[in-house]
């Protein structure tokens, strides 16, 4: 996966839009406010699951089928804001978000260069970070940033 292209992770809570500042994250926020993914891992291809067993009492071994994993897909990025006030609000959604993949699966999707829209159901596998520095009295709105970790039980991509 590229980083900077459009994506969007879905669950029962709202949408979270990455990489697209023009309509401050779908929140009624000014331009300039929202979450930009720095970093994906993990989103290419699923471990692969390749049992083998050494024969018993024998030379040699025994080779089973093998198979695909799950997706682990880690987003990592920044929560970027204007103003102390809207970081807060993109604070909240973020793990609002996230955590209604919890109790239920919600969909992750990005569109790659000159390429159809791809997608995944995820769940949240990990708890989110948000880590960030504030300045004196914790009035600074510098960027945050965040980690999110999922998993698509499918590894295969879809539509």
């Known amino acids: 996966m590229e980083i900077g292209v459009p994506m969007s992770l879905q669950s029962s809570y709202g949408t979270l839009t990455f990489n697209d500042l023009e309509d401050g994250a779908g ?15 993990g989103g290419v291809y699923p471990a692969i699951r390749n049992p083998v067993d050494n024969r018993p009492n024998r030379s040699g071994g025994i080779v089973h089928p093998f198979w695909k994993g799950a997706k682990i897909i880690t987003l990592s990025g920044l929560v970027v804001a204007s103003l102390p006030i809207y970081r807060t609000t993109l604070d ?3 793990r609002g978000v996230t955590n209604a993949l919890l109790e239920v699966a919600g969909t992750y999707r990005w569109t790659p260069p000159l ?17 960030g520095q504030s300045g004196s ?5 510098a960027p945050k940033q965040f980690t999110i970790e999922l998993v698509a039980g499918d590894s295969t991509e879809g539509a």
């Open 27 to 41: 929140l009624s926020l000014p331009n300039g406010n929202g979450y930009l993914v720095q970093a994906i891992a």
């Open 92 to 94: 909240d959604h973020l």
């Open 115 to 131: 390429a159809a829209q791809r997608s995944h159901v995820v769940r949240l596998l990990s708890g989110v970070e948000i880590l």
């Open 137 to 141: 009295g914790g009035m600074s709105a």
